[in-house]
């Protein structure tokens, strides 16, 4: 019997998702957020679609959603019971016209979104933009010259946290759960979807007036264990448009090593992106806010940004933030060198 058809049991899911499962277990007694069909009428087994509606959950919440509104905005990622779900990669009949365009949004739906499945590519989408449609069936074809224009344009079009979180992190959260579902499929698309993601990320990064000639920088770097690092280059792009220098040191940086770059570039702020609570070291992150630098008498130590879901769950310590996303992380950066907190696009 296979994960995909059957589903995963509670403790798998909450591995996943790199949450308890006593916290799965609350959101489905507390607000509904439990799986579909249950095995026996009793145990709890979570499909693909299951899975995608607690993602949604837990993005939310992490975002500062109370948990009742974000319960309800992450129902509607999951299909009916018994809808039909298209195989969109399929080929067209013969004859068949292909759309390149869902379509305009139906009156009510959010400014830039099209309020109902559409085609995406045969990913798991839910009520996104239509350029993340677009890119989506872009990935899914291979098609690299066409994503690459597509993350050209809506980034000239909407800027860089738009951009992020409402067309790159649906679309790789989408593939990521197709993969997860599918077997071995759709690892390539995964791949070179994130390429494209990372290229279109590094050209973004287009560095505005400096603050300072001598600014401390920001050093940027996954915690030992941690490979994605698609968030950090998506605040790398945003300090960059600020003027604010940076150190990307890149996935999965040893402990000493980070210690070691700490120390020589004497930081501003050092973000640790942790995907997972499987990932996030605690200690580390302790150590790295009590290391100070500088002259005696005028010694500091770096604001250490904890970046990602895998520090949810625990009160930051002194000298710690926890910024709820993209945004909020340009924002706390920019205040450090006396600029506006802004929106992260201005």
């Known amino acids: 019997m296979s994960d995909a058809t059957h ?36 145990h709890r087994r979570w499909s693909p679609s299951d899975v995608a509606m ?15 509104e974000a319960a309800r905005a992450a129902r509607r990622v999951r299909p009916a019971p018994g809808a039909a779900v298209p195989d969109e990669t399929a080929a067209p009949p013969a004859g068949a016209v292909a759309t390149a365009d869902p379509g305009p949004s139906p009156e009510g739906a959010p400014p830039g979104r099209t309020g109902r499945a559409g085609p995406g590519g045969g990913l798991p989408l839910g009520d996104v933009r239509q350029e993340c449609r677009g890119l989506a069936r872009a990935a899914v074809r291979l098609d690299g010259p066409a994503m690459e224009r597509l993350l050209r344009g809506v980034l000239e079009e909407h800027g860089l946290v738009t951009a992020w979180e409402e067309v790159m992190v649906p679309t790789l959260h989408a593939v990521g759960r197709k993969w997860e579902s599918s ?46 690092t698609l ?38 702020a050092v973000a640790l992106w942790s995907q997972a609570r499987s990932t996030a070291n605690h200690s580390l992150a302790r150590h790295v806010a009590t290391t100070s630098f500088g002259v005696r008498g005028a010694r500091t130590a770096p604001l250490v940004l904890l970046a990602g879901p895998g520090w949810l769950g625990r009160t930051p310590a002194p000298g710690m933030v926890r910024p709820a996303g993209l945004r909020e992380a340009i924002g706390v950066v920019s205040r450090l060198y006396g600029g506006p907190a802004g929106n992260g696009e201005d």
């Not at 945003?238 to 070691?260: I, K, N, Q, W, Y």
């Open 7 to 42: 589903g995963i049991t509670t403790g798998a899911v909450a591995r996943r998702l790199g949450v308890s499962p006593t916290t799965v277990r609350s959101w489905d007694q507390r607000y509904g957020i439990g799986p579909a069909v249950r095995a026996d009428g009793r």
């Open 54 to 68: 607690l993602e949604e959950m837990c993005r939310l919440t992490a975002s500062g959603v109370p948990p009742a």
């Open 183 to 228: 077997g071995d499929r759709y690892v390539e698309v995964e791949h070179l979807l994130s390429w494209h993601v990372s290229t279109a990320l590094r050209r973004a990064a287009v560095t505005g007036p400096a603050i300072a000639p001598s600014a401390a920088p920001v050093v940027l770097a996954c915690v030992p264990a941690e490979q994605h």
């Open 231 to 268: 968030p950090l280059e998506a605040l790398a792009a945003g300090l960059a448009e600020r003027g604010v220098p940076t150190r990307m040191f890149g996935a999965a940086v040893p402990a000493e090593a980070l210690d070691a770059a700490v120390r020589r570039s004497g930081p501003a």
